[in-house]
């Protein structure tokens, strides 16, 4: 198998340092507050807009990825979601109005998922004669060196401008470091006869019931990235209400945070490859409900600086071997069908978490810090139930993952 260029596999890994330089900026570090502090928003408002954006994202992901196999048009979808994230994020940046600014970022977000999960779907063609765990973890950890970038970047414009400031500069960055995979990578052309055949539900649910474990790992996927996309979102405003941190304070965690997840993603791509994906995801998983318990119940403001990075090193893992998983797993010539299922229910999962979270804030008794200690702890039931679910794939499906890792 002939073996995917170095160059062409770092344009690619850039796409990741792109779209994550968005959900550090802009879904986890500001637009929440912005929304919360600046515009005179609530939890409430962000949570639903958040919910219609990911739920519209992930149920055009399975017909864009199938429509995408049969095509090979993976390069003009990423192009087209794309260019919606950045624009939109562009006006995000000069609205005066909260209800115009949570259309834009729900029109935003919605490109960068659904640009995230064809560039995730990629990750076959990237890592041909290559082993994907490596492929996989590179990209990741090229995502969360762009995070580290965009606060650092953006940060000088916050400080003279506000949460609003982060908004223009976070779309440059975007835009700049998406352009060499969408301008040199392009997946390989699809035969005529695959090009003329027509989608439907049915073959990609029949597709997803023949795959050994595909359907148990989706459930586990569903309530684990629920939980792990609401930690995302609510981070910053967690720690500014239960731990007292100061904006200098929340920058230095989300950057420590930040560089731990890109261990995290180099070192999960390391032990996916030694370990298999399936045994990989799993510790990662119960790292996940230990650090979810812990952040719970810590009070002391020094062990969050311990507890940051440990959260930091499952996020970075957690999407090395997710990928890695979903590349094995799925057969070759329907990748961006497999990886559409794999997104539609990553995001469409993301819709639960945030809705959960905002209605225990709204209706919960007792002080607010309470209240979040209760929605924190409800999200690590949910990665609990995920992680025993995942604990259940059959040993041949995890067998056979851990076979086809090999290239």
């Not at 912005?34 to 017909?63: C, H, K, N, R």
């Not at 390989?188 to 595909?214: D, F, N, Q, V």
């Not at 230095?252 to 490859?273: I, P, Q, V």
């Amino acid at each position: 198998m002939r073996r995917t260029p170095t160059l062409l596999i770092l344009a690619w890994a850039l796409y990741d340092f792109a779209i994550t330089i968005f959900s550090m900026n802009v879904i986890s570090r500001y637009f929440g507050l912005w929304v919360t502090e600046t515009m005179g928003g609530s939890d409430w408002q962000y949570s639903v807009a958040f919910a219609i954006s990911m739920g519209g994202a992930a149920l055009a992901m399975p017909f864009i990825g199938s429509w995408a196999d049969r095509t090979g048009q993976f390069s003009w979808c990423l192009r087209l979601a794309s260019l919606t994230g950045v624009l939109c994020t562009l006006w995000l940046g000069i609205t005066r109005q909260l209800g115009v600014g949570l259309c834009l970022f729900g029109l935003a977000n919605a490109g960068v998922q659904i640009g995230g999960f064809l560039y995730d779907a990629l990750l076959p063609t990237m890592s041909q004669g290559r082993r994907a765990g490596a492929v996989s973890g590179l990209g990741v950890a090229c995502g969360y060196a762009g995070s580290l970038t965009g606060l650092v970047v953006v940060a000088p414009f916050v400080t003279r401008g506000g949460h609003q400031a982060a908004f223009i500069p976070s779309a440059l960055l975007v835009a700049l470091a998406a352009a060499p995979c969408l301008l040199l990578v392009k997946p390989p052309a699809r035969p005529k006869a695959a090009r003329a055949r027509r989608p439907s539900l049915h073959e990609m649910i029949h597709a997803a019931k023949s795959t050994p474990g595909w359907t148990r790992f989706l459930l586990a996927i569903f309530l684990c990235i629920n939980a792990i996309n609401t930690v995302i979102m609510f981070m910053a405003i967690y720690a500014r209400r239960v731990w007292d941190l100061s904006d200098p304070e929340l920058n230095r965690l989300l950057m420590l945070s930040t560089a731990s997840a890109l261990c995290g993603a180099l070192g999960a791509g390391w032990l996916a490859n030694r370990w298999g994906p399936w045994r990989s995801l799993n510790a990662v998983f119960g790292m996940w409900c230990a650090a979810l318990a812990l952040a719970t119940v810590v009070s002391q403001r020094a062990l969050v600086w311990w507890l940051g990075p440990a959260v930091g090193v499952a996020l970075g893992a957690t999407w090395t071997a997710a990928r890695a998983l979903v590349a094995a797993m799925a057969p070759q010539d329907r990748a961006g069908e497999f990886f559409g299922l794999y997104g539609m229910v990553g995001r469409a999962s993301s819709n639960f978490g945030p809705l959960i979270w905002g209605q225990l804030i709204a209706t919960w008794p007792g002080h607010s810090g309470l209240r979040d200690r209760m929605a924190m702890a409800s999200l690590g039931a949910l990665m609990l139930a995920g992680w025993l679910i995942f604990r259940g794939m059959p040993v041949s499906a995890r067998a056979a993952a851990a076979a086809r890792t090999d290239g």
